[in-house]
């Protein structure tokens, strides 16, 4: 793909028209050749008149669903095979999409704007950033530069796969970047700066910052479950050996408390390879949704 190519740009909005107001006419400016879509989340500003006079592609939600969904409908919407997805909050920059492009031309499935220190909105917002980067690292099994960036490009063929299991809220960059690994899809990162939004963020830090983590652990047991299940088993089964050599060799017995932890060892990495079971129907089910699409596209 060269930058004269065709490609989609989904934009989720909510009550965002103070940034919109300028960005809408600096992309059109730049990448004629893009279809730019708005999904409207049920602004109650004028965020329709802009798309307007912008002469953009606007997707209107009678009521506010989330960013998620509106990145899904979005998705549904876009007319070509390249979707760069960003915000409509004036934080992202124009002229950080053509690198983006770029790198998905080498050879990746999706590339995300990893933002520096600079760019979080606070250190609490840092803070959890990066213990959400380290935290996913570990269960992938890659680095991940940056979990949460709202910006990035992917091939919407791939996305597509997973758009059943983004969420509805704000939580959708997690669930794509960790479903896209566990995939064995090809994900890359390239730096971006980002500049300070207009308007009030609608992220609360503690209700959609524990949103997040469950948010890994739910893809981690859906994409790689004995990464979760196979510790805990080992961890029960080793302290109920551990207790009942203690009760043998202080008391000469087997006690109950041992066989509860070793029972529960059995019963979690059971648990584990029944999820490995359902992994692989998921991914079944994956791969006759891509082929039906692609089915459909030719």
């Known amino acids: 793909m060269t930058i004269e190519t065709p490609f989609t740009i989904v934009i989720p909005a909510k009550n965002e028209s103070r940034g919109l107001v300028g960005l809408l006419p600096a992309l059109t400016g730049a990448y004629p050749q893009a279809e730019v879509i708005v999904v409207n989340d049920g602004s109650t500003d004028d965020t329709s008149a802009i798309c307007g006079q912008a002469g953009v592609k606007e997707i209107s939600h009678p009521y506010s669903k989330g960013n998620g969904a509106s990145i899904k409908s979005g998705a549904r919407a876009a007319s070509h095979d390249v979707i760069l997805f960003m915000d409509g909050d004036g934080q992202h920059q124009v002229k950080d999409i053509a690198p983006l492009l770029d790198k998905l031309n080498s050879g990746f499935d999706m590339v995300v704007g ?175 949704r891509i082929q039906s699409y692609k089915e459909k596209r030719d």
């Open 114 to 288: 990893a933002r520096n220190t600079a760019g979080q909105a606070s250190k609490k917002r840092l803070v959890a950033n990066t213990l959400y980067n380290k935290l996913a690292t570990l269960m992938v099994g890659h680095k991940i530069e940056d979990l949460t960036s709202g910006m990035r490009v992917v091939k919407k063929a791939r996305f597509l796969e997973f758009l059943d299991l983004l969420p509805n809220g704000f939580s959708y960059p997690t669930t794509s970047t960790m479903a896209f690994f566990r995939a064995g899809y090809s994900v890359g990162y390239h730096p971006i700066e980002v500049l300070q939004r207009e308007g009030k963020s609608h992220i609360n830090l503690k209700k959609d910052g524990l949103r997040f983590l469950l948010i890994i652990f739910k893809i981690a047991t859906l994409y790689s479950p004995l990464k979760l299940f196979f510790p805990l088993a080992v961890a029960f089964s080793s302290l109920g050996i551990g207790y009942y050599l203690f009760t043998f060799f202080t008391m000469g017995r087997f006690t109950n408390m041992s066989a509860l932890l070793i029972t529960t060892s059995v019963i979690v990495f059971l648990m584990g390879l029944l999820s490995e079971q359902i992994t692989t129907l998921v991914y079944s089910s994956s791969d006759n």
